[in-house]
């Protein structure tokens, strides 16, 4: 059973158009993320949401939307995509106490922007 | 704004050679410092979480320790399984629930 799942695993396209990525969790957690991996590996937030809130923006440019239907899911829409913006693309999640914050991560989405 | 640092970058050893990796942080507060696993094409896989200075876990041939300043992860007698990239990373008091990520020590551990 996959805990935090991803779809597309890849996802090829061209300069200027409209892309989403999803993400659902199984793990009963309230809180997931968006991280973005360049090419040298570096991981970096992106965006947070806890019940559905937004907690985390980072500077991210607005042409990225992450949304929240409900808990379990968070998605990730990118317009006008530019080639600066092909990287993975890792959806996590998290159950944060005063004990434990560890995050679980999903299999990655690949974009290239061509 | 915190700060993770990793070193080295790449390390290569041969099978049963122990060996130990580096994570350098400068937080605000350390709310938790994070040890995950990342094999080539997936996602990173959680290892360890360390609270405190002073605070050591294992699990296998990993062993995780902890000062104020740094974190070690310690591998012991390294099997070929054991290549991939480590990642670190810190919450600090300030920060919500956001990581920071260092960038990573890339193992490889030869037969």
């Known amino acids: 059973d996959t ?8 996802l090829v396209t061209q300069m200027g158009n409209d892309k989403s990525i999803k993400c659902e969790q199984n793990l009963g957690h309230d809180t997931m993320y968006w991280y973005k991996q ?18 985390i923006n980072e500077t991210v440019p607005n042409r990225f ?15 006008s995509l530019e080639l600066g913006d092909s990287a993975v693309y890792f959806c996590a999640s998290s159950q944060p106490s005063d ?9 990655g989405t690949r974009l290239t922007v061509t | 704004e915190d700060q993770v640092t990793q070193s080295p970058e790449a390390l290569r050893l041969q099978e049963g050679e122990s060996s130990s990796l580096n ?7 350390l709310r938790g410092l994070f040890w995950y696993r990342q094999d080539p094409g997936k ?9 405190s200075a002073g605070e050591e876990k294992e699990k296998e041939r990993l062993k995780a ?12 007698a390294p099997k070929p399984e054991d290549s991939a990239t480590y990642l ?16 990573g020590t890339l193992l490889t551990v030869n037969p």
């Open chain 1, 3 to 10: 805990a935090v799942s991803q779809t597309p695993k890849y």
């Open chain 1, 38 to 55: 360049d090419s040298k590996k570096f991981l970096k937030i992106m965006f947070s949401y806890n019940n559905k809130e937004l907690i």
């Open chain 1, 65 to 79: 939307s992450p949304k929240s239907p409900d808990k379990a899911h968070l998605n990730l829409h990118i317009n």
């Open chain 1, 99 to 107: 004990f434990a914050y560890e995050q679980y991560f999903g299999p």
């Open chain 2, 23 to 29: 994570c350098s942080y400068t937080v605000s507060g």
């Open chain 2, 43 to 51: 996602g990173p896989e959680f290892l360890f979480t360390l609270y």
């Open chain 2, 65 to 76: 320790t902890l000062t104020k300043k740094e974190s070690f992860l310690h591998i012991t």
């Open chain 2, 88 to 103: 670190c990373a810190v919450r600090s008091g300030g920060s919500n629930y956001k990581l920071t990520f260092g960038k």
